[in-house]
């Protein structure tokens, strides 16, 4: 498939690594260095604009090493990109360790996924079919 991309950063376009890759890492298109403090949240640009075809959305998912390494996340995970948006893709960063953490001009900072997605009709009905689960809660699929 083949999504048109407007690219305003110094940076190569994103890219799968490997064969099998679902995600493409976005960088951070800043001009120096900014910090997060803890519990800190900022919108970082990557400079990059997308026209999706419809049917589809490219979500926004957090980077496995920066999660596990630095306690850094994409607030809203995933964040979604609608086939319609046409500005910057921005990356909501939070700092969820107790330390602060430098993030430098072209880092990954996380990763873009395309997806198909289905709109849907909403049928208003009385009753829902019977399942094994039922109505049971959070956790009631869990142990036992």
Avoid: C
Avoid at 21 to 30: T, V
Avoid at 78 to 95: E, H, Q, S
Wanted: aromatic share 4%; proline share 6%.
């Amino acid at each position: 498939m083949k999504v048109e991309i407007i690219n305003r950063s110094p940076f190569d376009l994103p890219a799968y690594k490997t064969a099998q890759s679902a995600g493409m890492d976005l960088q951070a298109n800043i001009n120096e260095a900014l910090t997060l403090n803890p519990l800190e949240r900022k919108l970082i640009p990557t400079g990059l604009s997308i026209a999706l075809p419809n049917g589809f959305e490219a979500q926004v998912r957090p980077r496995s090493g920066l999660a596990l390494k630095h306690g850094i996340s994409v607030l809203n995970a995933p964040g979604t990109i609608d086939a319609d948006y046409r500005g910057d893709i921005g990356v909501i960063l939070v700092n969820v360790s107790n330390d602060t953490v430098t993030i430098q001009p072209g880092e990954r900072i996380a990763q873009l996924v395309i997806a198909r997605y289905e709109q849907v009709e909403w049928e208003s009905v009385d009753v829902l079919n019977e399942t094994d689960r039922g109505r049971g809660g959070f956790g009631s699929t869990g142990k036992h």
